[in-house]
């Protein structure tokens, strides 16, 4: 059976523990877009990791993790993360990388830095949006270049003849030199030089086996490059269309789309946000829930939860079943809202606008739904849950059509609630 993990709002929903969670039973953990500007808490026999690029498998024996053509890779944080994960397991994790994957160089984070992107749209500033409009490009370097040193050297040249040309006044582009790059480049990913190969057959032969296989999304939907909340998104497909495009494969048989939620609402880094709570409830949200980005340490502006923009979600990526995240954090307030529709220049909506201008006009229409006060502590099934959180993920269901199947009420994998018999 295969399993995608979809983050559903603007990323930092919880997918780390939930693909974590599920990455127990795969044989095949798959991450599918964007790079280290992804922030992954996993809690693994009682150690926190944060991980930013390799796929949740890398903690458990016997699976292959697989980064596939539609991400991009930063050789320097794998080297990292495959080192400190590598102590922890005790034994290196088997990895294969597709050879279509480009590669983040240093000028790519120069890059982002000389544009003042970083500052502009709040970006995660690890050189992700440079190094997808090189590969849109076609001057962009991919892990399958790294087997031809060669080749490596003189695609790097060619690219850094145009940054000079395009930057005569930095010093720093100036001092870049394509032969050190490589050298270093080739150094920092000779580990990996062996796990370099056709992601394609291997996934579209595990898919034909019927293997467990487990697609590891990064981001959220409404951070996706085509259908999120533009220009403030990030650089690569982060829905299920997506999928297939990165792992090269049309129709994937995949059957569970498992769209995770946070049981309210967050962003990191600029753009709209119609149910932002700028007031002391906002700031409980952060501060009980943890709100601050793994990547940047920044702290995430937080709201109540959007089902006109979840049920877009929902849509976008046919989700089957969802994922609800974080509902502890929730827990002594008196009052909860939730967003059911928008209301524009005093017309409703109840559709999510595709554009931002339109987005940012936005005003919330809210039900308000009674708190509760009671702990989630013993509680193994959905129909043990305090009756106001029942009607909370009641309300959730019937405002997008789909069941919430897992609930998580902390951290620690042992803190899941799933719907049970
Ligand atoms: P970039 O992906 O670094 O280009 O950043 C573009 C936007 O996406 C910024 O608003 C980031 O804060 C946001 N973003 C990128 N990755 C993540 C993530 O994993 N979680 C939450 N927000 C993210």
């Known amino acids: 059976m295969a399993t995608a993990v979809l983050g559903l709002q603007w990323g930092d929903e919880g997918k780390g523990k939930i693909t974590h969670l599920l990455a127990r039973e795969a044989g095949m953990v798959v991450r599918f877009n964007g790079g280290p500007n992804a922030g992954h808490t996993v809690i693994d026999r009682g150690v926190k990791f944060g991980t930013h690029l390799v796929p949740a498998g890398v903690f458990y024996p016997n699976t292959v993790n697989v980064l596939a053509g539609g991400t991009v890779i930063d050789m320097e944080v794998l080297h990292e993360e495959v080192e400190a994960i590598s102590e922890h397991v005790g034994r290196r994790p088997e990895l294969l990388i597709a050879e279509n994957a480009h590669l983040i160089l240093p000028y790519h984070r120069l890059l982002e830095e000389l544009e003042g992107s970083g500052a502009h749209f709040g970006t995660t500033r690890r050189g992700i949006a440079p190094t997808y409009r090189d590969k849109a490009a076609k001057v962009g370097i991919r892990a399958g270049d790294l087997r031809r040193p060669d080749v490596l050297a003189t695609r790097i040249e060619r690219r850094l003849d145009q940054l000079k040309r395009q930057w005569p006044a930095s010093e ?115 501060e009980r829930g943890g709100e601050y980005g793994v990547t940047t340490g920044r702290p995430r502006r937080c709201g109540w939860l959007d089902l006109v923009a979840l049920r877009y979600a929902v849509e976008l990526n046919g989700v089957t079943d969802i994922a609800l995240t974080k509902i502890d954090v929730l827990t002594g307030l008196d009052e909860i809202k939730i967003c059911r529709a928008f209301e524009v220049e005093g017309e409703a909506l109840d559709r999510y606008p595709l554009s931002g201008d339109v987005l940012e006009k936005c005003e919330p229409i809210y039900e308000a739904m009674s708190g509760w006060s009671e702990s989630f502590d013993g509680v193994e099934s959905l129909r043990d849950l305090p009756d106001a959180a029942a009607a909370y993920v009641a309300a959730i269901e019937e405002g997008v059509g789909v069941p919430v199947e897992i609930v998580s009420v902390g951290p620690e994998p042992e803190a899941t609630i799933y719907r049970g018999l």
């Open 172 to 286: 720093e582009v100036g001092r870049l030199d394509a032969g050190t790059l490589a050298e270093e480049l080739v150094t920092l990913a000779d580990p990996f030089i062996g796990s370099i190969g056709d992601a394609t057959g291997a996934i579209a032969e595990a898919l034909r086996e019927k293997r467990n296989v487990l697609f590891e999304g990064a981001q959220g939907t409404l951070l996706d490059v085509d259908h999120g909340t533009y220009p403030y998104v990030t650089s690569s497909s982060t829905t299920y269309a997506g999928l297939g495009n990165s792992i090269g494969i049309p129709e994937p048989a995949i059957t569970q789309r498992l769209g995770v939620v946070k049981a309210y609402q967050t962003r990191v880094g600029a753009g709209p946000f119609p149910t932002e709570l700028e007031d002391e409830t906002g700031v409980g949200f952060r």
